[in-house]
Every structure is written in C-alpha cells, then in structure tokens.
C-alpha cells in the first residue's frame, strides 16, 4: 500500500503535529498586527490613557460650562426671589402710608412749662395694636414763646431703668411759638406698648427756656393710641410725677404692614419657578 507524501512521521504526538501544522498556516497566513493589543487586565489602565487624549479636556469645558450655566440660572432664580420680597414690603409700607396715630395739638392750651439743663419734661405714650407694630415717622411738639437765651433744645425716647435715650430725634430748635417736627431715624416700635419720651437743652433755665405747651384735658385717646399725665426732673435721674394735665404733642407713624393677597401669590409664583429651576437644572 502506497502511502501519502504528507503521511504523518511516526513517534510524533498530536500536541506537536498541531504546533507544526499552526507554524506552518502562519508562515502562509500571517496574522495581522494589532496596535497597543490591550490584554484584559489592563482595561482600566487603558481607558485613564484614552481619558488623557487631547478630546477630553473638551469634553471637560463642556461640563464646566453646563455648571456655569446652571450656576447662573440658580443665581437668577433667588435674585428674583429677592427681588419679588423687596416689591412686596415696598407695596405694603406705601398702601398703608403715614397717619397720625395721636394728636393733643388740637385741646385748649392751658400754659406752659419751661425746658432746660435744669428742667426736664417727660411724658409718654401708649401705641395701638398692630400685629407688627409700627414705624415712628416723627414727634410733633406744640411751643410757646422762649424766655431769655435758651440752647440745645433736644428730644429723645427714653429709657428710665437705664437713664439713657433709646434713640434722639432731630429737629429744628424751637426759638418761636409754634409747631415743631422732630423726625426719627428707622425707629421701630412694638404693638401695645408705653413708651416715654423727654425734652430737655443745654442752658439752664436761668439762662434761657424753651416753653412746652399743656393743656388741662387729662388724657387722649385716638386709634386706639393714648396718652395722660407727664413727670418732671432737674437732671434726667430722678423723676416726679406730676397730676393732671398732657403737653401738647402729635405721634405721627406708619403701621409696618402684613403680607398682603398679592405678596403670597408673587412669593408662590417665585418658589414654583425656583423648583422647576432646579428640576431643570437637575
């Protein structure tokens, strides 16, 4: 029996024939080179080095510039949050306006007392009932005619457990009789609460004295404000009462305003577009 050219060589095992026979299909059909052929344990290396190539800080822009944007809109969202708070309050304070809570300017005057270093005057006040309160706008004080020189006429609210004014109000200096309006600076007061107030000045009233006008009227009563009764003191530390009679002055004060109708709706509206905002922006 005639054997084949390609007859297997006898004492070859089957493990080395399949190697002769790989060898020689790769000598005909080369296998084609790959590039950075990448083993499987070297996967995540590959993808920090692919991450490294120049198209990635491009892709970072990209997110850097959606950020910003993102950050811009948020920005613009509380800004108008703000913005719509600020409109609110404005619209308030100018519906409500200024009034004159308390007014004893218009009672018969009886006489007047004098006002100097050595002469103090106070008398107070008790506010309304406003839920907030109220903004003092400024004191009115009905004058009469000065005697001799006097100078440095002053008002002030007054603290009596301190001794000391919880804040002055300015004015003109009250040379002539008349109606004199000292205003206050940003003075808040609290709803149903006495507050007290002096006049005082720098000469003593052997120099010269700013007279304060009275009436006999006890008391006034008006929008739910009121007023009676004052004390005297030659120094501002110890006082005594005085029975009968008010001075004559006007409290004139803007009610600080609850959040109306159209406030609620424009904070709402703000609030659903901030939630959408970062619906979107999420």
């Known amino acids: 029996m005639q054997g084949n050219d390609e007859t297997e060589p006898?004492?070859?095992?089957?493990?080395?024939?399949?190697?002769?026979?790989?060898?020689?299909?790769n000598a005909q059909f080369p296998k084609p080179k790959y590039r950075d052929a990448i083993p499987c344990h070297e996967i995540k290396p590959s993808i920090r080095r692919f991450l490294s190539k120049p198209i990635v800080?491009?892709?970072?822009?990209?997110?850097?510039?959606?950020?910003?944007?993102?950050?811009?809109?948020?920005k613009l969202i509380f800004t108008s949050l703000f913005l719509v708070a600020v409109l609110s309050v404005n619209v308030g304070v100018?519906?409500?306006?200024?009034?004159?809570?308390?007014?004893?300017?218009?009672?018969?005057?009886?006489?007047?007392?004098?006002?100097?270093?050595?002469?103090?005057?106070?008398?107070?006040?008790?506010?309304?009932?406003?839920?907030?309160?109220?903004?003092?706008?400024?004191?009115?004080?009905?004058?009469?005619q000065p005697v001799g020189n006097p100078s440095g006429f002053a008002i002030m609210l007054w603290d009596f457990r301190a001794a000391q004014p919880i804040t002055t109000l300015a004015g003109p200096d009250p040379s002539a009789p008349g109606t004199f309006t000292y205003h206050a600076s940003c003075f808040s007061l609290a709803?149903?609460?006495?507050?007290?107030?002096?006049?005082?000045?720098?000469?003593?009233?052997?120099?010269?004295?700013?007279?304060?006008?009275?009436?006999?009227?006890?008391?006034?009563?008006?929008?739910?404000?009121?007023?009676?009764?004052?004390?005297?003191?030659?120094?501002?530390?110890?006082?005594?009462?005085?029975?009968?009679?008010?001075?004559?002055?006007?409290?004139?004060?803007?009610?600080?305003?609850?959040?109306?109708a159209l406030a609620l709706v424009l904070c709402g509206g703000a609030l659903w577009l901030a939630a959408r905002g970062r619906r979107r922006t999420g």
Not at 210 to 216: I, L, R
Not at 238 to 245: E, F, L, P, T
Request: glycine fraction near 10%.
């Open 10 to 25: 006898t004492g070859l095992s089957f493990s080395s024939r399949h190697r002769g026979a790989e060898a020689r299909s």
């Open 57 to 74: 800080p491009a892709l970072r822009g990209v997110t850097k510039t959606t950020r910003k944007q993102s950050c811009m809109k948020t």
């Open 94 to 144: 100018h519906a409500q306006g200024t009034v004159t809570y308390l007014s004893g300017l218009s009672e018969p005057t009886t006489g007047s007392l004098p006002v100097g270093s050595d002469a103090w005057i106070a008398t107070w006040f008790q506010t309304g009932a406003a839920p907030l309160g109220y903004r003092l706008e400024s004191i009115q004080l009905l004058m009469d």
């Open 191 to 260: 709803p149903s609460t006495v507050y007290w107030f002096v006049v005082t000045a720098q000469a003593p009233v052997a120099t010269g004295a700013y007279q304060w006008s009275y009436s006999n009227v006890n008391s006034v009563q008006q929008n739910r404000w009121r007023t009676g009764g004052y004390q005297t003191s030659t120094d501002g530390l110890v006082w005594s009462r005085d029975a009968g009679g008010t001075f004559q002055f006007a409290i004139n004060a803007t009610a600080i305003p609850e959040p109306s």
